[in-house]
């Protein structure tokens, strides 16, 4: 067998980016101190084009390649672009907050691209082996990002427990792959799929032991309870950029690891782990939206939020359809726009030596800033599922497919446990509409963060008015 | 049979290795067991026809990775006493959740899903056989992207603990400095003490 260049062209994005993040990292080394600024800069320009190729290489049917551990397809495609644009935000929005604390540095960008490779290599891995490397490419770049500020004891604690629980994790769903492997002998994909059978005609007690191992992998890797104990640390203990990027772009590679290892891989045995996914999202929605109401800060708040979210995006795949799955990859990138807008929020309001990240720093924001409080109107009451934003189409949209296949009852848990949520996304309302505020200094940010922070709520409202476009691309990423 | 014979006795080796790994007192005698653990893998790997890897694993884990294990430990002043408190009082429940472990996983992975007859032993090879060849053959080719994404993965691994280690403390980076060693001078570094000659004590030849 010999690689021809047509091999090579499915992942000419991944290429780029490799060859991309290799230059920067000889770049970097050579650049002084004073023009750091062109690291930034290039990271940027490199997702970018990233973007471009991955859009330009929009499949119409999916594209296998290096010996079928590569899949490009349209789910991978959106998921990718999304993924790309997300990081371009977090980029941006951490520019400023890391030259403020000295930790403007290289590594930041180096590593957020190496994790960005990473996701593009679990959201198109098409064997067990790839879709592994993909995720440990991932999880390693994160684990020295939440630990690159060392003089933050709360950074190093966060680190070392996302590092350890994110191992353990690793070792579960290696343990279960191994499982997999050996009850069907085979890595690929489709081969698994055809091996079990589309109706589990060769399910036996191996692969459902496999199967276990690895729900409960991606569950600790994606923090579903009761798998979440690392989620809320992590978030409020990594620097707010960090926070940041771990919360939006690898959620929607945690939906490709999903819908590949289970929907492509395990999809004969979509009985037994949609069982264990409705424990899952009972679980995190119950622990995320009820554990949040005790939070006094506002990241670790969102931490929890986070756990419930991943409990409604798990509804859709619960649904088990094509319009299921589209459901959910429409929930957890709206959920991505939003937890980005959120913390981006929270970067916004800092300052060097002030964290803003205690619920009491919103208190009174509308008497300071009457804009940026109507801003975090718009994240919160969309993250809450309230009409006309965005996440209200989201859950709409989840809890739709889950009626469709007659499971009421599931998506009545559901929306009882996002009234309850309700209350804490609304009190941060309160706090900034109806309290006087304890901080009177003006909102310090520099244009052209004011500018994305607005262009990133406001799509949000706009995308909540027209929500059929997204929708569209979403169910089209599932038509073939 | 004599395959068998050796085949049981390695692994008798191995299970004792490795159990003794977990329980030694002392940390370098744990590192020493682990050692034993991966030599009498080998060999295990040495019955299946895969030299290669049994060679591997001896140079690289044995050779390098432990040795260096070994350093890291007796560098490291480990409280053995802190480290070992509550043993014996975790004993009990440690064990009997072993027990149950062991006994649940081989009622799923042991002879009735994984026995000879399901899955056969695998067939040996003529002794013209290569197992660097044959790994050679498809790491390049089939395995490729794979092999590239581990290499990349290993790229991180060295960005990330440079970042981590030298970080925010790249001023105090210790380095040779060439041209300031070569423009020292004798005074810069040796200073001349007039003092009172000491007499050595009586008892001290």
């Known amino acids: 067998?010999?690689?021809?260049?047509?091999?090579?062209?499915?992942?000419?994005?991944?290429?780029?980016?490799?060859?991309?993040?290799?230059?920067?990292?000889?770049?970097?080394?050579?650049?002084?101190?004073?023009?750091?600024?062109?690291?930034?800069?290039?990271?940027?320009?490199?997702?970018?084009?990233?973007?471009?190729?991955?859009?330009?290489?929009?499949?119409?049917?999916?594209?296998?390649?290096?010996?079928?551990?590569?899949?490009?397809?349209?789910?991978?495609?959106?998921?990718?672009?999304?993924?790309?644009?997300?990081?371009?935000?977090?980029?941006?929005?951490?520019?400023?907050?890391?030259?403020?604390?000295?930790?403007?540095?290289?590594?930041?960008?180096?590593?957020?691209l190496f994790a960005v490779l990473g996701m593009m290599v679990l959201i198109s891995g098409h064997s067990l082996l790839t879709l592994y490397l993909g995720l440990e490419l991932l999880s390693l770049a994160l684990y020295a990002l939440v630990a690159l500020h060392r003089d933050s004891t709360a950074a190093t604690e966060a680190a070392m427990k996302y590092f350890i629980l994110a191992a353990l994790a690793s070792g579960i769903l290696l343990y279960g792959i191994s499982l997999l492997y050996g009850a069907t002998a085979t890595l690929d994909i489709s081969e698994l799929h055809s091996a079990i059978g589309s109706e589990g005609e060769g399910r036996n007690i191996v692969l459902m032991l496999g199967l276990v191992f690895v729900v409960v992998g991606i569950?600790?890797?994606?923090?579903?309870?009761?798998?979440?104990?690392?989620?809320?640390?992590?978030?409020?203990?990594?620097?707010?950029?960090?926070?940041?990027?771990?919360?939006?772009?690898?959620?929607?590679?945690?939906?490709?690891?999903?819908?590949?290892?289970?929907?492509?891989?395990?999809?004969?045995?979509?009985?037994?782990?949609?069982?264990?996914?409705?424990?899952?999202?009972?679980?995190?929605?119950?622990?995320?939206?009820?554990?949040?109401?005790?939070?006094?800060?506002?990241?670790?708040?969102?931490?929890?939020?986070?756990?419930?979210?991943?409990?409604?995006?798990?509804?859709?795949?619960?649904?088990?359809?094509?319009?299921?799955?589209?459901?959910?990859?429409?929930?957890?990138?709206?959920?991505?726009?939003?937890?980005?807008?959120?913390?981006?929020?929270?970067?916004?309001?800092?300052?060097a030596g002030f964290e803003s990240d205690r619920l009491d720093d919103f208190r009174g924001l509308n008497e300071r800033s009457p804009w940026y409080a109507f801003l975090m109107l718009i994240l919160m009451l969309s993250m809450a599922g309230l009409p006309p934003f965005l996440g209200f189409w989201a859950k709409w949209s989840v809890l739709r497919e889950l009626v469709a296949v007659d499971m009421v009852w599931l998506a009545v848990v559901s929306v009882v446990f996002s009234l309850i949520g309700l209350f804490y996304y609304i009190r941060i309302v309160r706090l900034m509409y109806f309290e006087k505020p304890t901080d009177h200094s003006a909102v310090a940010a520099p244009g052209d963060m004011r500018v994305m922070i607005s262009t990133n709520a406001l799509a949000i409202l706009a995308l909540g008015l027209y929500p059929g476009a997204l929708m569209a691309v979403c169910i089209s990423a599932f038509a073939i | 049979?004599?395959?068998?014979?050796?085949?049981?006795?390695?692994?008798?080796?191995?299970?004792?290795?490795?159990s003794m790994v977990v329980t030694v007192?002392?940390?370098?005698?744990?590192?020493?067991?682990?050692?034993?653990?991966?030599?009498?893998?080998?060999?295990?790997?040495?019955?299946?026809?895969?030299?290669?890897?049994?060679?591997?694993?001896?140079?690289?884990?044995?050779?390098?990775?432990?040795?260096?294990?070994?350093?890291v430990i007796m560098m490291l002043d480990v409280n053995l006493v802190v480290l070992r408190e509550g043993f014996s009082r975790y004993l009990p429940v440690g064990i009997l959740i072993a027990v149950l472990l062991g006994l649940e996983l081989s009622m799923v992975v042991g002879a009735s899903q994984f026995g000879l007859d399901i899955v056969p032993a695998p067939a040996h090879h003529g002794a013209g056989y290569s197992n660097i060849e044959e790994l050679g053959s498809v790491l390049?080719?089939?395995?490729?992207?794979?092999?590239?994404?581990?290499?990349?993965?290993?790229?991180?691994?060295?960005?990330?603990?440079?970042?981590?280690?030298?970080?925010?403390?790249?001023?105090?980076?210790?380095?040779?400095?060439?041209?300031e060693q070569v423009a020292v001078n004798r005074k810069d570094r040796v200073r001349l003490v007039q003092m009172a000659a000491e007499r050595p004590d009586s008892d001290t030849p």
């Open chain 1, 1 to 112: 067998m010999s690689l021809m260049l047509n091999d090579f062209l499915p992942a000419a994005p991944e290429i780029f980016l490799l060859s991309m993040a290799c230059l920067i990292l000889i770049v970097d080394v050579y650049v002084p101190e004073r023009y750091r600024l062109v690291t930034y800069q290039l990271s940027q320009a490199t997702l970018v084009v990233t973007a471009i190729l991955v859009m330009f290489l929009y499949p119409t049917e999916s594209v296998l390649t290096f010996s079928d551990s590569f899949v490009l397809d349209r789910m991978g495609s959106v998921l990718k672009v999304f993924v790309l644009l997300m990081t371009y935000f977090a980029f941006f929005y951490s520019k400023e907050y890391l030259r403020a604390r000295n930790l403007f540095k290289g590594e930041f960008y180096l590593l957020g």
């Open chain 1, 219 to 351: 569950a600790f890797k994606l923090g579903a309870v009761p798998f979440h104990m690392w989620v809320p640390d992590l978030y409020q203990g990594a620097p707010t950029p960090v926070t940041l990027f771990i919360g939006t772009a690898p959620k929607l590679a945690g939906f490709a690891m999903l819908m590949r290892f289970l929907v492509d891989g395990m999809g004969g045995l979509r009985g037994d782990w949609g069982d264990m996914l409705v424990l899952l999202a009972i679980l995190s929605l119950a622990v995320g939206n009820v554990v949040a109401i005790a939070q006094t800060n506002l990241k670790r708040m969102l931490g929890y939020s986070t756990i419930a979210h991943m409990g409604y995006m798990f509804l859709g795949l619960i649904a088990g359809t094509a319009a299921g799955y589209a459901a959910s990859m429409f929930y957890i990138i709206v959920y991505a726009l939003m937890a980005m807008g959120s913390f981006g929020m929270i970067i916004l309001l800092s300052r």
């Open chain 2, 1 to 18: 049979m004599v395959e068998q014979l050796v085949f049981y006795a390695l692994s008798g080796i191995l299970v004792f290795a490795g």
């Open chain 2, 25 to 71: 007192r002392n940390p370098i005698h744990a590192a020493l067991f682990l050692v034993l653990s991966f030599f009498t893998t080998a060999g295990i790997w040495l019955l299946l026809d895969a030299e290669f890897l049994a060679m591997t694993l001896v140079l690289v884990y044995v050779g390098a990775v432990m040795v260096l294990f070994l350093f």
């Open chain 2, 140 to 179: 390049y080719t089939v395995y490729v992207y794979p092999f590239e994404i581990a290499s990349v993965l290993l790229l991180v691994a060295i960005v990330a603990a440079i970042a981590l280690s030298l970080g925010e403390h790249r001023k105090n980076r210790k380095g040779q400095r060439p041209e």
